[in-house]
Structures are given as C-alpha cells and as structure tokens.
C-alpha cells in the first residue's frame, strides 16, 4: 500500500496485482478508482476500516476487466456509496480480458452514472475531469476512462 499527499488530498494505493484500487482521501471524504480484484477484497476491507472509512462518495469503474471493477459488488453491499461511476462504451460485450462470460450485474445497470471525455465532476471539492476516450475504440482497455484528479 502506497499513501501520497497532496495538499490535503490523500491517494491510497492498494496492489491489486494487475491493476490497483485506488482510495482518494480529502476532508475526511472517500471515494475509488477501481476496485480491484475480487480476490483482494479482505485487503481492501481492512484497510478500509483501518482507515476508519465507513461511506464513500463515489466509485469510478475506468473499464469492465474484473481486475478492475471486481469488488464494486462487495463494496456496494457493505457500504454505503453515493454514485457509481462507468463509461458505457459498445465494448462491454459480456466477456473479461480472458475471454469468460463476466457478471451480468456489471453490464446493464440503472445505478450508474455514464461519463464521457469533457465531462467534470466535483465530489467534496476535490476535482475530477474526463480526458477520454474521445471515441469508440471496441477495445475494453482502450475505452478506459482517462482522469485527471486536481
């Protein structure tokens, strides 16, 4: 685990393996970037409470390989989360990165918020705009979301 500081914005990294869940700390409001591994959720659960964290404002899912968006589900039912955050994209065709059938619950869901390149977001004054993708590219790793955290 790797804990940066900006100012007064925390980032919490958490290793995940192929890809990390990311915890973003300002004025004693949370909120993710992926959530990792479903694998890795006893990790992420106690540093969670470690940390004190009882709610989130957010989670931004940047794409639909379940090293990324694996723990959405479990953190959803064990605490509360004000938006969940994805972008739609024609890619999310059911299958993960290993070609598997993945969870229905991740491709059609009423809760989310989609966002698109231009879009911003001001969550508890930290700042967080939408570079891209600028378009389609039928890719689940070239649709992911590219932010910028200010």
């Known amino acids: ?40 959720y006893p990790m992420i659960d106690k540093h969670l409470k470690d940390y004190n964290i009882n709610s989130l404002e957010f989670i931004v899912v940047t794409h639909f390989h379940n ?18 955050y994805i972008k739609e994209y024609h890619g999310l065709d059911g299958s993960t990165s290993s070609g598997t ?28 705009s939408v570079l891209g993708p600028l378009k389609d590219y039928n890719s689940l790793n070239l649709n992911s979301l590219v932010l910028k955290i200010y």
């Open 101 to 128: 059938q993945s969870n229905e619950e991740y491709i059609k869901n009423d809760n989310w918020i989609n966002l698109n390149a231009g879009d911003e977001l001001n969550i508890e004054g930290v700042r967080i």
């Open 67 to 84: 090293d990324h968006y694996g723990n959405t589900s479990n953190i959803l039912n064990n605490f509360p989360v004000k938006n969940l």
């Open 1 to 40: 685990m790797l804990v940066i500081m900006m100012k007064e914005l925390k980032i919490h990294f958490l290793n995940t393996i192929w890809s990390d869940a990311i915890i973003l700390e300002y004025n004693n409001h949370y909120g993710f970037i992926d959530t990792g591994s479903k694998f890795y």
